[in-house]
C-alpha cells in the first residue's frame, strides 16, 4: 500500500467516523441491489495487492451496499443500533486478538469475563453456578443439551449413547436451534418434542406434563425441556414455574432461552415475565439483542458449578493447558471452542458507561416503544393487531376496499417497503397461515417519532397498493 500506515489508519476511522454520523440523518436502511450488480462493483483479487486509496475507497463501497443494522428505523431482527462505549470495546478486542482459552494469553480479558459472568449469575439467583461466554444464542442452546446429558450420564462423553431414546421438550414456537441441538448432539430430531403453545405462544405446561408420562410409559427418557422466554416471534414467556415443577417431578434438566427475553433483567416494569428464572438449571442469555452491543454477545450461565468441564474437556491439549500461577483461571476446558473472541470487552464497556441504572432506564425506553406502536397501531382502523407482548408488535394491513387478501396485501407492502428501502421491518407467519408484520424493538437508536414515520410509510406503501 502507498499511504503510511498512520494515514491509512486516519482515512479508515474518518470514512468510519463518517458512516456513523450520517446513520441517523440518511433516509435509507438500504439500498436494494441484485447480487450480480453487487458483484461488479467489487474488484477481483489479482496478484498484486491494491493501494491503500483502493482500499479505503472499496470500503466506503461495501459502506454504502450493507444494510444499516444501526439506522433508527432498521427494525428487522432482534439486534440493531450503536453505542460508542461497546463499538470502542469491539475495536479494542479485535486490536489485541487473543484467545480466551487461557489466563495467560488473555489476562485481564479473562477476570473482564468473569466478572460479567459473575453479574449476571447474581441477577437470575445462580450465585454459585458458572458460566462462560458462547458463538451465539444457539451455541448457548446447544451447549445446555449436552450439559442436560451430562447431568443424566457424565460417562456418555466417553461411551457415547448405549440407546438413542432420549427425549427433550421445547415448546411449538421455541429457536429452530434446538433441532440442530438435536442432531449435534446425536439426540436426533425426532426426539425433539414440540408441546403445544397457547394463543399468546406460551408453552402448555399441563400438555407438557401429558407427552412426558406418555413417553416414560413408552420407555422414552425424558433430559431436558428448553423453556423460551421471550419468543423471536410472538414475545411469549413460557410458564416458567410451572415447568419447573414438572421438571422436578420427573427430575429434568430445565433450560430457560432467555436469549431475547432476558433483556426483562434490566427492567423495573417487566421484570416479573423472569418469574421463576432461579429455578432453571440453565439460561441463554444475549446482550447483543435487547443491551446493544454489536454481535456476538452471548453467554451461557448454569447453577451447577463444574457441569461446563465436565461436558466440554478433551484430551490432547497438554500444549496449551499448562500449570502456572492463576492456571485455575483458564477458560479452554469450560468451552467448546478452542479459538475464542473477547466478546467480553463489549458488554463491560457498555456496562461501565451507562451503569446498571442506565441499562434498566434503556431498557424501558425499548418496551416503551412497543407501548407507542401498540397504541398507533390500534387506533387505526387501517390496520389490525394481531399481538403485542413485551418487544414484539405483530400486524397487519387491511386493503381500503376489501378486495385483496389480508395475508397477500401484507406481503405485498413489505416487498415494496424493502425495495424502498426506507424502514426494514419482517414478516412472520402463525401455524393457521396468518400472515402479518412482526415489529421488534431492540434498537436504542430508534425514538417514538421514527415509529410514526414507519407507520405512515407503510400506509402511504398501502394506498399507492391499494386496488380502488
Same mark, same amino acid.
Request: charged residues 20%; negative net charge.
Given at each position: 500500500?502507498?499511504?503510511?500506515?498512520?494515514?491509512?489508519?486516519? /482515512?479508515?476511522?474518518?470514512?468510519?467516523?463518517?458512516?456513523?454520523?450520517?446513520?441517523?440523518?440518511?433516509?435509507?436502511?438500504?439500498?436494494?441491489?441484485?447480487?450480480?450488480?453487487?458483484?461488479?462493483?467489487?474488484?477481483?483479487?489479482?496478484?498484486?495487492?491494491?493501494?491503500?486509496?483502493?482500499?479505503? /475507497?472499496?470500503?466506503?463501497?461495501?459502506?454504502?451496499?450493507?444494510?444499516?443494522?444501526?439506522?433508527?428505523?432498521?427494525?428487522?431482527?432482534?439486534?440493531?443500533?450503536?453505542?460508542?462505549?461497546?463499538?470502542?470495546?469491539?475495536?479494542?478486542?479485535?486490536?489485541?486478538?487473543?484467545?480466551?482459552?487461557?489466563?495467560?494469553?488473555?489476562?485481564?480479558?479473562?477476570?473482564?469475563?468473569?466478572?460479567?459472568?459473575?453479574?449476571?449469575?447474581?441477577?437470575?439467583?445462580?450465585?454459585?453456578?458458572?458460566?462462560?461466554?458462547?458463538?451465539?444464542?444457539?451455541?448457548?442452546?446447544?451447549?445446555?443439551?449436552?450439559?442436560?446429558?451430562?447431568?443424566?450420564?457424565?460417562?456418555?462423553?466417553?461411551?457415547?449413547?448405549?440407546?438413542?431414546?432420549?427425549?427433550?421438550?421445547?415448546?411449538?414456537?421455541?429457536?429452530?436451534?434446538?433441532?440442530?441441538?438435536?442432531?449435534?448432539?446425536?439426540?436426533?430430531?425426532?426426539?425433539?418434542?414440540?408441546?403445544?403453545?397457547?394463543?399468546?405462544?406460551?408453552?402448555?405446561?399441563?400438555?407438557?406434563?401429558?407427552?412426558?408420562?406418555?413417553?416414560?410409559?413408552?420407555?422414552?427418557?425424558?433430559?431436558?425441556?428448553?423453556?423460551?422466554?421471550?419468543?423471536?416471534?410472538?414475545?411469549?414467556?413460557?410458564?416458567?414455574?410451572?415447568?419447573?415443577?414438572?421438571?422436578?417431578?420427573?427430575?429434568?434438566?430445565?433450560?430457560?432461552?432467555?436469549?431475547?427475553?432476558?433483556?426483562?433483567?434490566?427492567?423495573?416494569?417487566?421484570?416479573?415475565?423472569?418469574?421463576?428464572?432461579?429455578?432453571?438449571? %440453565?439460561?441463554?442469555?444475549?446482550?447483543?439483542?435487547?443491551?446493544?452491543?454489536?454481535?456476538?454477545?452471548?453467554?451461557?450461565?448454569?447453577?451447577?458449578?463444574?457441569?461446563?468441564?465436565?461436558?466440554?474437556?478433551?484430551?490432547?491439549?497438554?500444549?496449551?493447558?499448562?500449570?502456572? /500461577?492463576? %492456571?485455575?483461571?483458564?477458560?479452554?476446558?469450560?468451552?467448546?471452542?478452542?479459538?475464542?473472541?473477547?466478546?467480553?470487552?463489549?458488554?463491560?464497556?457498555?456496562?461501565?458507561?451507562?451503569?446498571?441504572?442506565?441499562?434498566?432506564?434503556?431498557?424501558?425506553?425499548?418496551?416503551?416503544?412497543?407501548?407507542?406502536?401498540?397504541?398507533?397501531? %390500534?387506533?387505526?382502523?387501517?390496520?389490525?393487531?394481531?399481538?403485542?407482548?413485551?418487544?414484539?408488535?405483530?400486524?397487519?394491513?387491511?386493503?381500503?376496499?376489501?378486495?385483496?387478501?389480508?395475508?397477500?396485501?401484507?406481503?405485498?407492502?413489505?416487498?415494496?417497503?424493502?425495495?424502498?428501502?426506507?424502514?426494514?421491518?419482517?414478516?412472520?407467519?402463525?401455524?393457521?397461515?396468518?400472515?402479518?408484520?412482526?415489529?421488534?424493538?431492540?434498537?436504542?437508536?430508534?425514538?417514538?417519532?421514527?415509529?410514526?414515520?414507519?407507520?405512515?410509510?407503510?400506509?402511504?406503501?398501502?394506498?399507492?397498493?391499494?386496488?380502488?
Amino acid at each position: 500500500m502507498s499511504q503510511s500506515k498512520d494515514n491509512f489508519l486516519n /482515512d479508515v476511522f474518518l470514512t468510519l467516523q463518517e458512516y456513523i454520523l450520517k446513520s441517523e440523518k440518511n433516509d435509507f436502511v438500504v439500498k436494494v441491489s441484485s447480487a450480480e450488480s453487487l458483484k461488479q462493483r467489487l474488484p477481483g483479487l489479482r496478484p498484486q495487492g491494491a493501494s491503500s486509496e483502493e482500499i479505503v /475507497d472499496e470500503l466506503k463501497t461495501i459502506l454504502e451496499n450493507s444494510v444499516q443494522t444501526i439506522h433508527p428505523m432498521f427494525l428487522n431482527q432482534l439486534f440493531g443500533g450503536f453505542d460508542e462505549a461497546a463499538w470502542a470495546g469491539e475495536i479494542a478486542s479485535t486490536l489485541l486478538n487473543p484467545t480466551m482459552a487461557t489466563f495467560e494469553i488473555a489476562p485481564i480479558l479473562t477476570v473482564i469475563e468473569k466478572r460479567l459472568v459473575s453479574e449476571l449469575l447474581k441477577m437470575m439467583g445462580f450465585e454459585r453456578g458458572e458460566g462462560i461466554m458462547v458463538t451465539g444464542g444457539s451455541n448457548s442452546n446447544l451447549v445446555a443439551m449436552l450439559c442436560a446429558r451430562t447431568e443424566y450420564s457424565p460417562s456418555i462423553r466417553q461411551t457415547g449413547f448405549g440407546h438413542n431414546r432420549f427425549r427433550v421438550y421445547v415448546s411449538a414456537e421455541a429457536h429452530y436451534s434446538f433441532d440442530k441441538a438435536a442432531n449435534i448432539t446425536g439426540i436426533g430430531t425426532q426426539n425433539l418434542i414440540q408441546v403445544p403453545s397457547n394463543e399468546k405462544g406460551e408453552m402448555i405446561a399441563e400438555e407438557l406434563e401429558r407427552i412426558i408420562k406418555a413417553d416414560l410409559n413408552e420407555g422414552y427418557t425424558p433430559i431436558m425441556v428448553g423453556a423460551t422466554l421471550g419468543t423471536t416471534v410472538m414475545g411469549a414467556f413460557d410458564p416458567l414455574v410451572k415447568i419447573a415443577k414438572i421438571c422436578e417431578t420427573y427430575k429434568i434438566w430445565l433450560h430457560a432461552d432467555a436469549a431475547w427475553g432476558g433483556g426483562a433483567l434490566f427492567s423495573h416494569s417487566h421484570k416479573h415475565l423472569l418469574k421463576g428464572l432461579e429455578l432453571a438449571d %440453565s439460561v441463554t442469555f444475549d446482550a447483543h439483542k435487547t443491551l446493544g452491543t454489536p454481535l456476538i454477545t452471548s453467554f451461557f450461565l448454569t447453577k451447577h458449578a463444574g457441569i461446563l468441564k465436565d461436558t466440554n474437556r478433551g484430551g490432547g491439549a497438554e500444549y496449551l493447558f499448562h500449570e502456572y /500461577d492463576n %492456571s485455575e483461571w483458564d477458560t479452554g476446558t469450560y468451552s467448546l471452542q478452542c479459538g475464542r473472541r473477547a466478546d467480553a470487552l463489549k458488554l463491560w464497556l457498555l456496562w461501565r458507561a451507562h451503569g446498571t441504572e442506565g441499562l434498566i432506564k434503556r431498557t424501558e425506553h425499548l418496551l416503551e416503544l412497543a407501548q407507542y406502536a401498540t397504541k398507533e397501531i %390500534s387506533s387505526n382502523a387501517r390496520f389490525k393487531l394481531i399481538h403485542s407482548h413485551y418487544l414484539n408488535v405483530c400486524f397487519q394491513v387491511h386493503a381500503r376496499h376489501d378486495q385483496e387478501n389480508i395475508n397477500s396485501f401484507t406481503l405485498r407492502i413489505r416487498k415494496e417497503l424493502v425495495q424502498e428501502g426506507r424502514a426494514l421491518v419482517n414478516y412472520a407467519q402463525r401455524a393457521d397461515g396468518t400472515i402479518f408484520f412482526r415489529l421488534v424493538f431492540p434498537n436504542h437508536q430508534t425514538q417514538k417519532s421514527h415509529i410514526s414515520e414507519l407507520l405512515k410509510i407503510i400506509l402511504e406503501t398501502a394506498n399507492r397498493l391499494d386496488i380502488v
